[in-house]
């Protein structure tokens, strides 16, 4: 399972050598163009990269991975992204934010793996990493010092099996962890572990103790609904979305809130529009403003929103195999990427997806988009 460095370095450069040239300047990034939208992707041949475009549709870098990635995180001071492998993964990279270029490739501790997130501490100082412990299915997170080439500094429980998604309360020092109950292997890929043993769970925690603040679960009735991805708003309200283990024609809630006083509480959808989820929620992001939240569905092809405040639903959109989804900077618009079908621009009022630059649509997107 080691990752041949030399090889990848070599391919890397190469395609960093062939990369499409930047064409940001240093707009504001509080505006709409100045934007650059960044996600994993693959080409035609298969080959792993993570690529960044603008508004317009104009690719600003393509940098190859040495695997199939999965989220983006954005460093606190703007200069750099990290790149989380697939889970269950073995390696992250740090990538530069405006060329992309290839700064460091961070490999799993012995005995552990990656389950593709990670949080930055509001200082920008700590990376703390969702991590598997491997020989016990204890779920973890490492500890990594970002000012020192990510040298690891230890760990500390996630306090679940699974931790999949991370992310603080905005203003705090406390971080809320989708525990997704699901046990993995990297011998065995993506194969559970423990169906019979799932144990999903939300918790706040105080990472610069290690402390736990909060647990939530939803009982028996929902133990095999795997909490997967998280959206925090400024308020502290965290947007969540889970996939369904179980029974295929069961129709469980899908998407929900974890209130700042820790209660959570699921947000309703027509029956119709939630069996059209198909049991699985891929990402789940809140807009500009916080209100509106965006969940999306590869299986089911679909988008689907809510005006968070009130817990509304607004309805979906179609989009085949959508999944990655990012804020604009424009209220109630988001950004789809897809993994058949390319990238298209979902104004949450208007029924119809507008497509961007068809070149975009010769990337197959993985899961997530951020913006930056």
């Known amino acids: 399972?080691?990752?041949?460095?030399?090889?990848?370095?070599?391919?890397?450069?190469?395609?960093?050598?062939?990369?499409?040239?930047?064409?940001?300047?240093?707009?504001?990034?509080?505006?709409?163009?100045?934007?650059?939208?960044?996600?994993?992707?693959?080409?035609?041949?298969?080959?792993?990269?993570?690529?960044?475009?603008?508004?317009?549709?104009?690719?600003?870098?393509?940098?190859?991975?040495?695997?199939?990635?999965?989220?983006?995180?954005?460093?606190?001071?703007?200069?750099?992204?990290?790149?989380?492998?697939?889970?269950?993964?073995?390696?992250?990279?740090?990538?530069?934010?405006?060329?992309?270029?290839?700064?460091?490739?961070?490999?799993?501790?012995?005995?552990?793996?990656?389950?593709?997130?990670?949080?930055?501490?509001?200082?920008?100082?700590?990376l703390y990493a969702s991590e598997n412990l491997i020989a016990t299915g204890d779920g973890l997170l490492g500890i990594y010092?970002?000012?020192?080439?990510?040298?690891?500094?230890?760990?500390q429980p996630s306090f679940g099996i699974g931790p999949h998604d991370l992310a603080y309360l905005p203003g705090t020092d406390r971080m809320v962890i989708a525990n997704g109950g699901i046990r993995t292997h990297p011998d065995t890929g993506r194969e559970i572990l423990n169906p019979d043993s799932m144990a999903p769970s939300l918790v706040t925690v105080r990472p610069a103790t290690g402390e736990l603040l909060n647990e939530v679960d939803f009982g028996p009735a929902l133990r095999t609904l795997s909490i997967r991805h998280l959206a925090a708003a400024t308020d502290g309200t965290v947007a969540f979305g889970c996939q369904s283990q179980g029974d295929?024609?069961?129709?469980?809630?899908?998407?929900?809130?974890?209130?700042?006083?820790?209660?959570?509480?699921?947000?309703?959808?027509?029956?119709?529009?939630?069996?059209?989820?198909?049991?699985y929620v891929g990402s789940i992001e809140l807009d500009r403003d916080g209100t509106v939240v965006a969940a999306t569905s590869p299986h089911g092809g679909m988008v689907a929103y809510w005006d968070r405040p009130s817990g509304r639903y607004l309805g979906r959109r179609a989009m085949s195999d959508v999944c990655g989804v990012a804020p604009t900077a424009v209220a109630r618009e988001f950004m789809l990427t897809s993994g058949n079908s390319g990238v298209e621009l979902s104004p949450v009022a208007a029924e119809a997806l507008h497509p961007l630059a068809a070149g975009l649509a010769d990337w197959s997107w993985d899961n997530h988009l951020i913006a930056v």
Not at 76 to 83: F, N, R, T
Not at 249 to 259: A, I, M, S
Request: hydrophobic share 45%; net charge neutral.
């Open 248 to 279: 295929p024609f069961d129709l469980p809630p899908l998407v929900g809130l974890l209130d700042p006083d820790g209660k959570a509480r699921f947000l309703d959808m027509p029956e119709t529009d939630l069996g059209a989820l198909a049991n």
């Open 1 to 126: 399972m080691a990752i041949d460095r030399r090889r990848f370095l070599i391919g890397a450069g190469a395609a960093l050598g062939a990369a499409f040239a930047p064409r940001r300047g240093n707009a504001d990034a509080s505006s709409a163009a100045s934007l650059l939208y960044v996600g994993a992707c693959a080409d035609a041949a298969g080959g792993y990269w993570v690529a960044g475009f603008d508004r317009a549709g104009v690719l600003s870098f393509a940098t190859a991975l040495p695997g199939r990635g999965h989220d983006i995180l954005l460093h606190p001071d703007g200069d750099e992204l990290l790149v989380f492998a697939r889970r269950p993964g073995l390696w992250f990279v740090r990538i530069g934010r405006e060329k992309g270029e290839l700064r460091q490739i961070v490999e799993a501790a012995a005995g552990r793996h990656f389950y593709g997130h990670g949080a930055f501490s509001p200082d920008g100082k700590r």
């Open 145 to 155: 010092d970002a000012t020192d080439g990510y040298r690891r500094l230890g760990e």
